[in-house]
């Protein structure tokens, strides 16, 4: 262990000292006083935060919570997140640095300096102006990783319409669904995407899911993979065609938005079958992502921030797309598999673009960790500086693996817990934090979060609880699309005043926090977040199945894998024919992170005398643990 680092039993846990060199030029420097002012005057706190971006006309208060929990930030102020993203840059010699960097599976690569970046966007944001796209509207985007993923999604911020992106591993349902809730008529999608060197047939799905939800009017196809492809007369015209003709001039104004106007929906895995729209606003979000990325991450100047996510996903919307922009990083994006062609594919893109800061989740450590020390130790990563992790807990051997050999010991980790809800990090240390493998440390400025029992009080530290926000933070989702009982129910209708998370978590004597997973009928598999409903819905569409049940098991890599029991149309006999058909069904449906791992033909499911199957009793069984109460039971 290198010397920086102290080793003491402190709350059970090792402690690693920040090394000198990340301390000295830390954004931050001091956590408690800030943190506690940050409590003491929150309208302070994130006005001066608000403060260092743009606006079209101020604010006349940063927080409104006459409506609660329907939360409004910096009311009455006038921006556009796109305007702090780019157009703010082109005034500066920032013009002129790279915004992203790009590099495809099969090694192509892209660069775009934020003017060229800039430029793409406004003529995409001409292209759907001209398609009669307008404030308000929801434009739908399925892609693979590739730039135009970013550009779409700005285009789209830009001139006032929002975006519902889903992510390119999910299937044709899913998209459907995502569709129909949206009530999209533009989207965009690709020939395809590579992945382990095959194509994910992005048409065919987006053809399929059209079909199912007939509300998409036009479908803009970006040519990736080059093969042949369905494209329909009067709906699907290519990215390139579009971006070629005369409307695509290359100036585009920036819309002028409310702060709390419609910035995107992202859906989500909640405790029902349907995916929530998730809904972010312009201002709010913009503040707090650009924040937390700058104090968390350090971000300076001349770093190369690498988020490995899917901008599918809420971490690659904060922090592959927004927040860097905001910070006039210079990020990069790669599509393809971590492990492809070779193990060290990853650590060989960390030393061709000098990356400073790499961003992942513990699925992906775990996953690279098994190929052992040989693959990262070809490379030279010393251009490191910090490194991060979310998704799902990370275990301690994953954490001191990512610590030692990718890091060598210089590279402290940001643990950083948040949610698709929260919009940016919620609990994470900063570099200058002592961190505690597994822990998410302390909470960030603003954020009051705690430990508590049934009742909502407070628990005894070390003791296991509901975790809380008691506050509201200007990244939070503000409703839910459509449906803002839900909303309301969900997130702020078990304890009074304090936004429920979802997770458990325990805190220990230094006051740090330790998530330990989701307490709703919520699986993270590979850090990917599913709902036990959707999996049994894709389940019992099939037409063999009456009835599912799907429940998390913990998995050597995936951290969670699904596990399954189905219920067969009478008269039929399960098999491992019949396995497979089904796990491929489920994959077809919502997409390949969705299959199963398991899939048990039961006669019947264990059920609560309302008819609620007992998800706990069917792990407790698996796992041989004790069964608990069982006297809902109805059989
Ligand atoms: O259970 C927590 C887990 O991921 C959930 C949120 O999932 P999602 O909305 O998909 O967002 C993931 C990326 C922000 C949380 O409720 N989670 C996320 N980060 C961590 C985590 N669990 C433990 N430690 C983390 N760092």
């Known amino acids: 262990m290198p010397s920086n680092q102290k080793k003491t039993n402190n709350a059970n846990a090792e402690l690693y000292n920040p090394p000198s060199q990340v301390v000295s030029q830390a954004n931050v420097k001091e956590y408690e006083k800030l943190y506690q002012l940050s409590l003491d005057d929150p309208s302070g706190f994130w006005g001066e935060r608000a403060e260092e971006l743009e606006w079209f006309a101020p604010w006349n208060k940063v927080i409104d919570d006459s409506r609660k929990p329907f939360y409004q930030w910096f009311v009455g102020g006038k921006t556009n997140i796109v305007h702090n993203a780019l157009d703010r840059h082109l005034k500066t010699a920032r013009k002129n640095k790279v915004a992203l960097i790009w590099e495809g599976e099969p090694g192509d690569t892209r660069m775009y300096s934020y003017f060229s970046l800039n430029r793409e966007v406004c003529k995409f944001a001409n292209v759907l102006k001209s398609l009669g796209v307008k404030k308000g509207d929801i434009v739908t985007i399925y892609l693979p990783r590739i730039p135009e993923q970013v550009i779409t999604m700005l285009a789209c911020a830009k001139i006032g319409a929002a975006h519902s992106v889903v992510y390119g591993g999910f299937s044709v349902e899913a998209l459907a669904e995502r569709i129909e809730d949206a009530q999209s008529r533009v989207l965009i999608t690709a020939d395809g995407g590579w992945i382990r060197g095959n194509i994910v047939k992005l048409k065919d799905i987006t053809d399929e899911a059209v079909a199912r939800q007939p509300t998409i009017e036009t479908c803009i196809v970006i040519r990736r993979t080059g093969q042949e492809i369905n494209m329909e007369s009067g709906r699907d015209y290519w990215y390139h065609d579009l971006m070629g003709l005369p409307i695509a001039a290359p100036n585009c104004p920036t819309e002028p938005m409310d702060a709390e106007d419609l910035l995107f929906i992202l859906y989500t895995s909640g405790t029902t079958g349907r995916p929530k729209g998730i809904v972010h606003t312009h201002g709010g979000y913009m503040v707090y992502t650009y924040t937390t990325l700058k104090y968390v991450f350090d971000i300076k100047d001349e770093d190369r921030w690498w988020c490995a996510a899917d901008p599918g996903w809420i971490t690659g919307h904060s922090y592959i797309v927004y927040s860097p922009l905001l910070n006039g990083a210079t990020s990069f994006m790669y599509e393809g598999a971590l492990n492809y062609p070779y193990p060290n594919r990853w650590w060989q893109l960390v030393e061709k673009y000098g990356i400073t800061i790499l961003y992942t989740a513990p699925t992906a450590i775990r996953g690279l960790m098994r190929f052992g020390d040989a693959w990262p130790n070809r490379h030279d990563l010393t251009s490191l500086r910090l490194l991060g992790s979310v998704g ?221 199957i007992m998800r706990r009793l069917l792990r407790a069984r698996a796992l041989g643990q004790p069964e608990g109460d069982i006297s809902t039971l109805e059989d």
Request: proline content about 7%.
């Open 392 to 612: 799902e807990p990370i275990n301690p051997e994953a954490w001191r693996w990512y610590h030692t050999v990718i890091g060598k010991g210089n590279c402290p980790i940001m643990d950083t817990w948040w949610q698709t809800e929260t919009g940016g990090f919620m609990i994470t240390p900063l570099p200058i934090t002592p961190l505690k493998p597994g822990s998410a440390t302390k909470p960030f400025f603003g954020i009051e979060v705690d430990v508590v029992d049934e009742d909502g009080k407070t628990v005894t530290d070390g003791d296991e609880g509901f975790l809380v926000v008691k506050r509201p933070w200007p990244g939070m989702l503000r409703t839910l699309y459509k449906d803002p009982d839900r909303y309301k129910e969900q997130y702020w209708g078990k304890f009074k005043g304090m936004y429920q998370t979802g997770d458990s978590a325990r805190r220990d004597a230094d006051g740090y926090v330790w998530v330990i997973g989701r307490i709703d009928d919520v699986i993270k598999v590979s850090g990917y977040r599913l709902g036990t409903a959707e999996v049994e819905s894709a389940l019992v569409s099939h037409p063999d199945v009456t009835e599912a049940a799907a429940i998390g098991l913990p998995h050597e890599l995936k951290g969670n894998a699904i596990h399954t029991y189905v219920i067969l149309r009478a008269g039929l006999e399960g098999n491992d024919k019949l396995v497979e058909i089904l796990k491929e069904h489920v994959g077809h449906e919502l997409g390949p992170i969705a299959k199963p791992e398991s899939i048990t033909f039961v006669s019947s499911l264990p059920k609560t005398r309302s008819g609620k």
